[in-house]
């Protein structure tokens, strides 16, 4: 049984809806506005939020920065008569927001507050193996990350994460928590998101009224990890004069609430990560040298997605199951589509893959079975990598044709000449191409 | 407020009938599905007719202030 929130003006469309969802067996309010719908999360949570686009005092998506602000998560499906929002759900690719165009059917409301009874078939057993229950992808390089987590997890030796952003850190801690098989739990804290003042509170815990607002008692990350994993993300963010109250905790095991007098031990591991390089961290004084090695016992490097592109397969084949298994339907990949997105670098890594085909998944018809690629994968910050390459390999002096042409067998080249999928990545009709390629001299090597 | 944004906000009041309608709708088929009581699905049906006649005035509307054009 689910909890959900209906949020729509519509006081009679409300109440039908609420006959129906009870009727599947799920408890249902309702609110009329974004005032009331925020004075509901108040002091209740929701597993689900059935949420109208437009509201009297505002957009659907104003509730969504909403529950962002105050750290909960509910399932969402805005509701719309619109057909643009899906194209604002794409942009926002929040994996945990679904769309429904108006007029809703019962079998939409089924759908999404039980997607794997609607969809009405369960998968035997999960072909793509999840190593430690998380990690994904059989390269070599990541055959060699699994031995080094299986090594770590025999251990309690602190261990720092290294990689690109997007490269999955917070997946390799959950990985390493896992084999570890600890009691406790796993806590994840973000270095970065806290000010100074902040951070020794979050990090340390406070006794009541050891400073103004502190008006209860708070425990500290490393007190909630007690027995099990502290996932310390951007550690490398983290105000340097802060700094030597970490290395004393790392040091002696123990830790002292901001306020507080008595010291309580430490028993947790520290899995620590920064999306900067080595040379970044040696030459920008962004973490003292004794934090480092107390952190880096066990450095990992994760690597970026464009070293492990054999994985992309199995990748985009788990994340495309996720989706079907989510919202109750039966899209496939087709051979061309999986070599148009082998074809990408990904300069965002997993995440920005895991995106781009969540992006696919919301424009792709959802009576066909065949997702629908953008015709470009490029991201911002592909657009600024791939601009920042072109200038290494341009020339002052070439032509545009010469530069043109360089481009187009690269890219032919890259799609092992299927002039199709060139062609969608270039941004140009396959006939420009032809034309194209017959005026460079001939089709030739690309026939 | 220029013409297509009127148009829009019109087809948009439009849906709002027929989104009660397919409820509705829906509500009646759960209860002659479920042997439910019938009352349920007679006033499911009452506001069927209500939101048609709604849906139909939309749609006139729609159409005084678009044909001119």
Known sequence: MLNVLLVDDDSEFSEVVCHIVEFLGHNINTAANLAEAEQWFENNTFDHVFLDFMLPDGSGLHLLEHLKLIGQSPRVTLISGHPSVKGKLAEMCEPNVGHLVKPLQREDIERVLNPKKASGKKKATPSIKRHFGTLIGESEVMQKLYTMIERVAATSANVMLMGESGAGKEVVAQAIHNATQCDGPLVATNCGAFSKELIGSELFGHEKGAFTGAVARKEGVFEQAAGGTLFLDEVTEMPIDMQPNLLRVLESKRVTRVGGTKEQAVNCRVISATNRTLTDLAQNNVIREDIYFRLAVFPIDIPPLRERKEDIPLLAEAFLDQLNDENGTSFKWQASQIKVLEGHDWPGNVRELRHAIHRAFIMSDPKGSTITLPDSLESPFSRVNKKAEANNQVLAGQTIEEVEKELIHATLDKVQGNKTIAAQMLGISTKTLYNRLNAYGGIGEYK | ?69
Do not use: F
């Open chain 2, 1 to 69: 407020m220029n013409n297509n944004e009127s148009l829009r906000q019109l087809v948009h009041d439009a849906r709002a009938p027929l989104n009660r309608i397919s409820m509705n709708a829906e509500l009646v088929k759960l209860v002659l599905e479920n042997d439910m009581p019938k009352d349920k699905a007679l006033a499911a049906l009452d506001k069927i007719i209500i939101n048609c006649q709604q849906c139909s005035e939309q749609l006139q509307k729609i159409s005084d202030t678009h044909s001119g054009e």
